[in-house]
T-cell receptor, first 114, second 112 residues
Framework: DAGITQSPRHKVTETGTPVTLRCHQTENHRYMYWYRQDPGHGLRLIHYSYGVKDTDKGEVSDGYSVSRSKTEDFLLTLESATSSQTSVYFC?????????????FGQGTRLTVV | DAKTTQPNSMESNEEEPVHLPCNHSTISGTDYIHWYRQLPSQGPEYVIHGLTSNVNNRMASLAIAEDRKSSTLILHRATLRDAAVYYCILLLSNFGNEKLTFGTGTRLTIIP
C-alpha cells in the first residue's frame, strides 16, 4: 500500500469552530490533493499542491484553506466549520513525474459539523 | 477543463466481460486517460491509464479510440468484488500543474 495516512479518521465538531485535517505521506511524492465526497456524489477537488508552499484551488475551494510547509504533510483547514462542510474528505498523492503516474488515495476522514 | 461523460449505472453478470464506456470529446493531445474505482466505504483505487495505445494490466484493459475522443475499460471476467463506482478521468496539465478532477462515474452492479 502507498504510504498515505489521513488523520483524524473521524471527527465531530461544532459550527463555527476551526478544524484541521492532516494528510501525511512517506513516498516523497510531489502532488497532493484534497477532495470531498458527499452522499451519492463523486469526488470534488478542493485544493491541490504541486510542491512545498505551492498550492492551487480546485472546484470547491470556498471556505477551505491549505498549507504545505514540508513535502510529507498537506493540511486542510476549515476556518469556521459549517454544516454544509459535513462530508467525507479524501487525500491523494501522485509522484508527479509526468501525467503518466497514478494517484493513491487515503482511507478518508469523516467530518460531521453539528 | 476537459470533461468526461459516463453512463450513471451498468449491470453485468458474474464471470462475464464488462465494457465500461467513457466519452471525452474535448481531450487534448497530451491528456492522459485514467480510470479509478471506488469500492463501498473506501477511497478510490487506481485501475489503469493510457495515452494513445491500448493498455493491459492485471486488473483490466483499456481500449482507446483512434481519435481519442472515447475509451472503454474492459473487465475480462467480472466478479462480485468488482462491484464499485468506476471513474474515467482526464489528467491534464494546467500550466505545468496537474489537476486530477473526477466526474460522476458509473456504478457497476454485478449480478450473481
Amino acid at each position: 500500500d502507498a504510504g498515505i495516512t489521513q488523520s483524524p479518521r473521524h471527527k465531530v465538531t461544532e459550527t463555527g469552530t476551526p478544524v484541521t485535517l492532516r494528510c501525511h505521506q512517506t513516498e516523497n511524492h510531489r502532488y497532493m490533493y484534497w477532495y470531498r465526497q458527499d452522499p451519492g456524489h463523486g469526488l470534488r477537488l478542493i485544493h491541490y499542491s504541486y510542491g512545498v508552499k505551492d498550492t492551487d484551488k480546485g472546484e470547491v475551494s470556498d471556505g477551505y484553506s491549505v498549507s504545505r510547509s514540508k513535502t510529507e504533510d498537506f493540511l486542510l483547514t476549515l476556518e469556521s466549520a459549517t454544516s454544509s462542510q459535513t462530508s467525507v474528505y479524501f487525500c491523494a498523492i501522485r509522484a508527479g513525474t509526468g501525467l503518466n503516474t497514478e494517484a493513491f488515495f487515503g482511507q478518508g476522514t469523516r467530518l460531521t459539523v453539528v | 477543463d476537459a470533461k468526461t461523460t459516463q453512463p450513471n449505472s451498468m449491470e453485468s453478470n458474474e464471470e462475464e466481460p464488462v465494457h465500461l464506456p467513457c466519452n471525452h470529446s474535448t481531450i487534448s493531445g497530451t491528456d492522459y486517460i485514467h480510470w479509478y474505482r471506488q469500492l463501498p466505504s473506501q477511497g478510490p483505487e487506481y485501475v489503469i491509464h493510457g495515452l494513445t495505445s491500448n493498455v493491459n494490466n492485471r486488473m483490466a484493459s483499456l481500449a482507446i479510440a483512434e481519435d481519442r475522443k472515447s475509451s472503454t475499460l474492459i473487465l475480462h471476467r467480472a466478479t462480485l468484488r468488482d462491484a464499485a463506482v468506476y471513474y474515467c478521468i482526464l489528467l491534464l496539465s494546467n500550466f505545468g500543474n496537474e489537476k486530477l478532477t473526477f466526474g460522476t462515474g458509473t456504478r457497476l452492479t454485478i449480478i450473481p
